[in-house]
């Protein structure tokens, strides 16, 4: 399999081949050659087989949300905030009834269309092609999404094109170099099928730092999930029970955990 150019735009004869992963040798970030082999499609059943419709997931999508805009003391109020990748919307209710202006980005408009339905104040926008938002964005949204970025770089320079001057990344992405990661190997959770590019830290804030955000703070993402949760993802990396996933997707109780999780918040550099 020929491997493709690295995303964190270093240079291809750095990369070093190592089992299942082509790692550059200057960040660290990788690609996995297995996810690389399987091609996810993003089509209507992506968001329905990860229960990104299930209302307990939704609730506790929100309240990590809160947490995370907690540890990293961002205020909402009066700003337009666009959640790139929103999945089921869960977090779109919430987020409107705290900023000035909401906008959503998906890659499937079944998804699209399925929120837009629930009658959410917000601007529901296709991915591709890249459209125009109604007004500059004061704060990025990434939750668990960056990593599914085929081409960062465009998306990035699209990004700027459409920030307020003094905007805000909020990112939450899986971390390539992380304990766990190197621990567990194969077995760590975020290895799946739809991660094919996985960043690591330095990777992450240089790529963001050469297109004109400078790095700000970080934080430890802890995520609410109930143990049924837990279950389910597992067997989503599995590739099996996807209708049991579904069933055990939500939960009354919910624990924070973190499997190699990295909180990123970046501010858009002065001219």
Same mark, same amino acid.
């Given at each position: 399999?020929?491997?493709?150019?690295?995303?964190?735009?270093?240079?291809?004869?750095? &990369?070093?081949?190592?089992?299942?992963?082509? !790692?550059?040798?200057?960040?660290? %970030?990788?690609? +996995?050659?297995?996810? @690389?082999?399987?091609?996810?499609?993003?089509?209507?059943?992506?968001?329905?087989?990860?229960?990104?419709?299930?209302?307990?997931?939704?609730?506790?999508?929100?309240?990590?949300?809160?947490?995370?805009?907690?540890?990293?003391?961002?205020?909402?109020?009066?700003?337009?905030?666009?959640?790139?990748?929103?999945?089921?919307?869960?977090?779109?209710?919430?987020?409107?009834?705290?900023?000035?202006?909401?906008?959503?980005?998906?890659?499937?408009?079944?998804?699209?269309?399925?929120?837009?339905?629930?009658?959410?104040?917000?601007?529901?926008?296709?991915?591709?092609?890249?459209?125009?938002?109604?007004?500059?964005?004061?704060?990025?949204?990434?939750?668990?999404?960056?990593?599914? &970025?085929?081409?960062?770089?465009?998306?990035? !320079?699209?990004?700027?094109?459409? %920030?307020?001057? +003094?905007?805000?990344? @909020?990112?939450?992405?899986?971390?390539?170099?992380?304990?766990?990661?190197?621990?567990?190997?194969?077995?760590?959770?975020?290895?799946?099928?739809?991660?094919?590019?996985?960043?690591?830290?330095?990777?992450?804030?240089?790529?963001?730092?050469?297109?004109?955000?400078?790095?700000?703070?970080?934080?430890?993402?802890?995520?609410?999930?109930?143990?049924?949760?837990?279950?389910?993802?597992?067997?989503?990396?599995?590739?099996?029970?996807?209708?049991?996933?579904?069933?055990?997707?939500?939960?009354?109780?919910?624990?924070?955990?973190?499997?190699?999780?990295?909180?990123?918040?970046?501010?858009?550099?002065?001219?």
């Amino acid at each position: 399999m020929a491997i493709p150019d690295l995303l964190c735009e270093h240079p291809r004869n750095t &990369i070093r081949r190592s089992a299942w992963r082509a !790692e550059c040798g200057v960040c660290g %970030s990788y690609w +996995d050659l297995d996810s @690389l082999a399987s091609r996810v499609v993003y089509d209507e059943s992506y968001p329905e087989h990860r229960g990104h419709f299930d209302p307990r997931v939704g609730a506790l999508k929100v309240k990590t949300l809160r947490h995370w805009l907690d540890k990293t003391r961002i205020q909402l109020d009066g700003l337009s905030v666009c959640e790139v990748g929103f999945g089921g919307g869960t977090c779109l209710p919430f987020l409107a009834g705290r900023a000035a202006h909401v906008i959503g980005l998906e890659v499937n408009q079944t998804a699209i269309d399925r929120v837009r339905a629930t009658g959410v104040r917000a601007e529901l926008l296709l991915v591709d092609p890249l459209p125009t938002p109604s007004r500059p964005v004061d704060l990025w949204l990434f939750q668990d999404s960056f990593e599914h &970025i085929p081409n960062p770089t465009p998306f990035v !320079e699209w990004m700027n094109a459409h %920030s307020a001057p +003094d905007a805000t990344i @909020l990112m939450v992405l899986p971390r390539g170099d992380s304990l766990s990661r190197r621990m567990l190997g194969r077995l760590w959770p975020h290895k799946l099928p739809d991660h094919e590019f996985v960043w690591s830290r330095a990777g992450a804030i240089e790529f963001l730092g050469r297109h004109g955000w400078t790095w700000a703070s970080e934080f430890f993402p802890l995520k609410y999930a109930s143990p049924e949760m837990v279950l389910a993802h597992g067997l989503h990396k599995l590739g099996v029970g996807k209708s049991l996933a579904r069933a055990l997707s939500g939960a009354r109780v919910a624990f924070p955990l973190n499997f190699g999780e990295m909180g990123l918040v970046l501010r858009r550099a002065a001219p």
